[in-house]
């Protein structure tokens, strides 16, 4: 039999062993963040890494508002805490858009096989009929992958008449071409059939049940007391889409200069996306949501924990099963899970995650019982000489490396 003296010292040993492992990934972390932020490559980042029940990692670095509209460095550049809300770009789709779906399906009041045009009338023509919730999940609706909506429309009602009315690019079902203009879509259907805006019905159904306080559209209008990461100035990118046929977004039908509405002055708090703000009053369901990497966890847990939250089912293990099984194209529903992607590269069968243009990420790994939130505001820094942001992909993909690298040696 085992003396109590005996088992102290193993567990002892077992819990240095695992210290020193977690020291290293720490270390680890350190090294890639803040050279970056050394380097002026980004103005700073937040991070949450956390397994099982442990927070392995939990940092900021760097600066959460770092440079004024010309791109000269503020007086007092803002630093940024583990507290900052961040605009989270697409992850809003899964975060939000996808969730509300799940929860409409759980409680049998939709099928991810029902067609659009049981929801959205205008969908009901020749060419849109066969294009189903699923479709829409998947990117694989053959719609659009982005259109600037607000050269034409001012309001959500207004945009979503305009999609309906909006030739398909592709076949339906045939291809996955990433598409903001299916997740609208997916949003106006969480309204119609919720009877409630889709602000509403997240904020009732996702956020405050899960205790997600600091999870919303519209921060600086609704909660202006809250730190919040700056993000781009105006939105030059989208111009640059709007205008330069390189970037393959340019419309032979619109002309760049019709519309003329850009921002001129530093985001923030104010969703980057133009479709959001220029033409749905900052609430879609593409992107629009601000979070925090705290909240951000508190829904990662509920899918990594079959759909249970503390005390209650928040979602059924068999929905969780639907929208996290790959199809033939080997993503989930909402969630990418094609281990390809080089902010999940060769990640284990299983694993999900997504990313935001902004320079967000979340990666789950549930053979590891693993995730990791990164919230970068790279915009900050302004375009580079090629008028393209920095790629935040390589420090998605060291960081990935460096926790599945940890994940082994544990499990060795």
């Not at 062993?17 to 090294?31: P, S």
Request: hydrophobic residues 35%; proline residues 4%; contains cysteine.
């Amino acid at each position: 039999m085992i003396s109590l003296f005996t088992f102290s010292l193993f567990f002892n040993i077992l819990m240095g062993q695992n210290g020193t492992a977690n020291n290293e990934l720490i270390v680890e972390i350190n090294n890639i963040l803040q050279d970056k932020v050394n380097k002026s490559e980004i103005p700073g980042a937040v991070i949450l890494i956390k397994k099982g029940n442990e927070e392995l990692v939990k940092k900021a670095y760097g600066y959460a508002s770092l440079m004024d509209y010309n791109q000269q460095m503020l007086d007092s550049p803002e630093q940024t805490t583990v507290d900052h809300l961040y605009d989270i770009a697409s992850l809003t789709k899964v975060i939000g858009t996808t969730t509300s779906i799940m929860l409409l399906v759980d409680a049998g009041l939709i099928n991810v096989e029902d067609p659009v045009a049981k929801y959205i009338k205008g969908f009901d023509t020749p060419e849109k009929n066969r294009i189903t919730i699923r479709h829409l999940l998947s990117h694989t609706s053959g719609l659009y992958e982005w259109f600037p909506l607000y050269y034409y429309c001012e309001n959500k009602q207004e945009v979503y008449r305009l999609i309906e009315k909006l030739p398909l690019k592709y076949s339906v079902g045939s291809s996955r071409h990433y598409s903001d203009l299916g997740f609208i879509l997916l949003g106006e259907i969480v309204e119609i059939v919720s009877e409630l805006s889709l602000e509403e019905f997240m904020d009732q159904n996702i956020f405050k049940p899960l205790h997600m306080e600091h999870t919303m559209y519209n921060p600086q209008k609704n909660r202006s007391e809250l730190k919040i990461a700056a993000t781009s100035y105006g939105n030059p990118y989208e111009k640059r889409m709007v205008s330069d046929p390189v970037l393959g977004f340019t419309i032979d039908s619109i002309s760049p200069t019709q519309w003329n509405g850009w921002r001129d002055y530093p985001l923030k708090g104010e969703v980057n996306d133009g479709n959001t703000w220029y033409a749905s009053n900052g609430v879609s369901g593409h992107a629009g949501l601000f979070s925090t990497v705290t909240d951000l966890q508190k829904l990662i847990n509920v899918l990594k924990q079959n759909g249970k939250a503390e005390n209650f089912q928040f979602i059924s293990e068999k929905t969780i099963n639907l929208f996290l099984t790959q199809d033939k194209f080997k993503n989930g529903l909402g969630w990418v899970m094609d281990a390809s992607n080089s902010f999940m590269k060769n990640a284990p069968k299983g694993s999900f995650g997504h990313t935001g243009f902004t320079g967000t990420s979340i990666v789950v790994i549930p053979q590891c019982d693993i995730s990791i939130v990164i919230l970068i505001n790279r915009q900050n820094l302004g375009m580079l000489p090629n008028q393209t942001y920095f790629n935040v992909n390589a420090i998605r993909e060291q960081i990935f490396g460096a926790v599945m690298s940890h994940c082994s040696q544990k499990a060795d």
